[in-house]
């Protein structure tokens, strides 16, 4: 029986990583033929020791990416939830597939629920917001502002799904947290920790203080990041075993979300383990400065972005049978590791 062809974006990911590595110990992994695009060719060659084919290449390779999405029946995408250029080549190939083929194939995207922030970085921190999107409502999820972050590439693969030649599913993580374990991040092939994420803790070590933008007020939705990997194959065994009955295209949006954090007590979480490695003096978050957001974040403008609300509830994602079990708590509880590991890296 000839093997399904699987094209993976993202294999040295955090989220990529974790996915992967779940495929490779699945049921069915001897009828998996998975291909991955990777950068670099020395992870390409470690990846190839797990049995996958590895191109190297780049999304910016847009006649490459059509070519292997050609060839793919079911596409893993967990690279970049904002590359439009990359996913437009991506359903390009796609159609070109099912054109020649009559193949409808499957395209499991990662978003996230950043595209809920709609124009709330003008709360800054200071205000919780009531609008609560639920992944099971399709008239909620197309209500998300088209000009968010993400959402332009979802809107194009949405538009994909109903025009016939595939079938699209959304997995639109809040914040993962967690040190990433597996056979990847043990290889040096996959990153272990969330980039955004580090991003603030760094902010906090250089400034010697926890940071918060504004007051710190406003929720996020978290998830983490074995848990989050979980839910790419329940969805994907899901798929499998019936597709008629999982939503996808406009009903196919699954958010990762297993409860919401304040930004206020991230940073206080921040501040304790900046305090214990004699880091910082106080644990008590104060505002990052205009100046600071900017210095530490690239722009004051995606530095506001750590103090807007994105207020998120998965019961689609649930009734795929995924039962999270870590709670926001813990993702507060378990900032002393991420901070350590930062710290760490940061020393390397
Ligand atoms: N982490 C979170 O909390 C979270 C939550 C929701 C959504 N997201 C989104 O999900 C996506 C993946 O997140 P992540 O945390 O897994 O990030 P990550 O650890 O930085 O992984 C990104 C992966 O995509 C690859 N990649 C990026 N640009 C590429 C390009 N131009 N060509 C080829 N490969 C490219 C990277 O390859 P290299 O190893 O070569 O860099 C890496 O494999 C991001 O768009 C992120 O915004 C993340």
């Known amino acids: 029986m000839a093997k399904t062809p699987i094209l993976f974006l993202g294999a040295t990911g955090y989220i990529g990583g974790s996915v992967l590595s779940r495929l490779l110990s699945h049921p069915s992994r001897d009828d998996f033929d998975i291909t991955a695009l990777v950068r670099s060719p020395e992870k390409g060659e470690k ?18 990416i059509e070519q292997l999405a050609q060839n793919a029946h079911i596409v893993f995408s967990t690279a970049d939830s904002g590359d439009l250029d990359a996913i437009t080549a991506l359903l390009a190939g796609l159609k070109k597939r099912h054109a020649t083929t009559n193949d409808i194939p499957t395209l499991i995207h990662t978003s996230g629920t950043g595209v809920l922030t709609a124009g709330d970085a003008a709360t800054k921190g200071l205000g919780i917001s009531e609008r609560i999107y639920r992944d099971d409502n399709p008239n909620d999820i197309e209500s998300i502002s088209p000009t968010t972050v993400h959402r332009n590439v979802d809107i194009a693969i949405i538009q994909a799904d109903k025009e016939g030649y595939l079938r699209s599913y959304i997995i639109a993580p809040g914040a993962i947290w967690g040190i990433a ?168």
């Open 181 to 348: 374990k597996n056979q990847l991040v043990e290889a040096g092939v996959s990153n272990n920790y969330s980039k955004g994420f580090r991003l603030l803790v760094q902010a906090s070590i250089a400034r010697g203080q926890a940071g918060i933008v504004g007051k710190g007020q406003a929720l996020w939705p978290c998830v983490n990041v074995e848990e989050q990997g979980d839910l790419f194959i329940i969805l994907y065994d899901a798929i499998i075993s019936s597709p008629g009955a999982v939503g996808h295209g406009r009903d196919g949006f699954y958010f990762g979300e297993s409860g919401e954090y304040l930004w206020y007590d991230l940073a206080a979480s921040i501040g304790k383990a900046l305090v214990k490695r004699g880091t910082s003096k106080s644990d008590e978050p104060t505002p990052f400065t205009d100046e600071e957001l900017a210095k530490y974040f690239g722009s004051k403008e995606f530095g506001e972005f750590f103090g807007t609300n994105s207020r998120a509830q998965a019961p689609h994602s649930r009734s795929l049978g995924w039962k999270p079990k870590l709670i926001a708590q813990d993702f507060l509880n378990n900032i002393d590791a991420d901070v350590e590991l930062a710290t760490k890296n940061q020393q390397a």
């Open 47 to 64: 990846l190839e020791r797990f049995g996958v084919k590895a191109v190297i290449g780049s999304l910016k390779d847009i006649p490459l």
